[in-house]
């Protein structure tokens, strides 16, 4: 309909504000295919207000033109928009839930924030931030012991599974493992490290994480371990001078807890 719409109007102003609102409504649906897009209201208003632009451009009667060619598609097309909608309302109230919930969390409240993640997860168990947040308000929250890396560790697996391309989970969820399995977890850091760098080559803020995540000196790293963290740090230098002090603290305070365990 949009296209005869544009093709039959003798207008080349109107013309190209119809293609432009085609344009618009297939790239708002092609984003749909592959992030469910339509939950959040300002998309779904824009992709109705383009609709309702294109089919202005055309006759009055316009809009009857799909219904007299076929009242049945014209039928499962509503119901289709009608449970678009609904989902779109549904998801909304989640991602409310999730924005608050993490509020909490910087203030450092996890316990609140925890709840209203549940509440998120509750209506939208597809939603990898929601499980990354809430495994993360488990882990720092010290009030629950050294348990507390197993719920954090379950939620951030959960979340590297719904969205793997994210090289922040891989990181939080294997700086996690070495906190709770200790040496055993350094494979695991390695293997994230690999994954995390084929994704975001470019990022010095992950190059330093990794590092830190293998600097502990409870882990009683073999020296090619110990030499493939010094180079994580110098590689996070190399991309921003910013990084410097963080690097350097953070290779200082492994080799004074190393003096001290010695």
């Known amino acids: 309909l949009g296209w005869k719409i544009v093709k039959r109007n003798e ?8 293609l432009g609102c085609i344009t618009g409504i297939l790239s708002l649906l092609l984003h749909g295919v592959i ?4 939950h ?3 998309n779904w208003l824009m992709g109705s207000v383009l609709a309702g632009i294109l089919v202005s451009l055309g006759p009055e009667d316009s809009h009857r033109y799909v219904e007299r060619r076929s009242p049945i598609m014209t039928k499962l097309v509503g119901t289709i928009l009608g449970l678009l909608l609904a989902a ?6 989640s991602d409310f839930y999730r924005w608050k919930a993490t509020r909490f969390y910087y203030r450092s409240q996890f316990t609140i924030a925890r709840k209203l993640y549940d509440r998120a997860i509750l209506l939208d168990r597809w939603n990898a931030a929601s499980f990354f947040y809430r495994g993360l308000s488990y882990a720092k929250d010290p009030t629950l012991g050294q348990d507390r890396f197993v719920a954090a560790i379950r939620d951030l697996e959960r979340a590297v599974r719904l969205n793997p391309m994210e090289p922040y989970y891989h990181i939080n969820l294997s700086n ?3 906190k709770y399995y200790g040496s055993e977890g350094i494979d695991r850091v390695k293997e994230a490290t690999r994954v995390v760098f084929r994704k975001d080559p470019k990022d010095p803020q992950l190059y330093f994480l990794c590092a830190k995540a293998l600097l502990s000196p409870s882990l009683k790293l073999k020296a ?3 030499d493939f963290a010094f180079q994580l740090l110098e590689k996070a230098i190399r991309l921003d001078e910013n990084q410097s002090y963080k690097a350097y603290k953070a ?3 492994y080799k004074h807890d190393m003096v001290l365990i010695n």
């Open 35 to 38: 992030d469910f897009n339509f």
């Open 176 to 178: 996690y493992l070495v």
């Open 224 to 226: 090619s371990d110990e």
């Open 88 to 93: 779109c309302i549904f998801f909304s109230i």
């Open 251 to 253: 290779l200082w305070d």
């Open 40 to 42: 959040i209201p300002a």
């Open 11 to 18: 207008s080349r102003f109107s013309a190209g504000i119809g």
